[in-house]
Nanobody, 124 residues
Framework: QVHLVESGGGLVQAGDSLKLSCAAS????????MGWFRQAPGKEREIVAT????????YYADSVKGRFTCSRDNAKNTVYLQMNSLKPEDTAAYYC?????????????????WGQGTQVTVSS
């Protein structure tokens, strides 16, 4: 079992930056692919970014490419999402997810472990 806890969300203005963190505990000795997803009210959960166990490969949704950066520090069992140039359309609950079944994935069904989410609200 892997336990994930997100932090770093908040209320910011358009153009500001936020850095989300996701701390993992439990069976972190397994090679975990990590992903960031978000879900706005009335919308489906969507991929934001994903990163392989080694951190050598990342994937970003087109809507955040060039503005968001996903990284990880395996020594701290923590994954980060640096979000720059935030837009009102980035407003959502952001979730961290982990999987020991895949190298990297973009579908929620590929992940077995989820955090409780952290709210990001961007005002115009």
């Amino acid at each position: 079992q892997v336990h994930l806890v997100e932090s770093g969300g908040g209320l910011v203005q358009a153009g500001d930056s936020l850095k989300l963190s996701c701390a993992a505990s439990g069976r972190t000795s397994n090679s975990l692919a990590m992903g960031w997803f978000r879900q706005a009210p009335g919308k489906e959960r969507e991929i934001v970014a994903t990163i392989t166990w080694t951190g050598s490969n990342t994937y970003y949704a087109d809507s955040v490419k060039g503005r968001f950066t996903c990284s990880r520090d395996n020594a701290k069992n923590t994954v980060y999402l640096q979000m720059n140039s935030l837009k009102p359309e980035d407003t959502a609950a952001y979730y961290c997810a982990a999987s020991d079944r895949i190298g990297m994935g973009v579908r929620p069904s590929q992940y077995d472990y989820w955090g409780q989410g952290t709210q990001v609200t961007v005002s115009s």
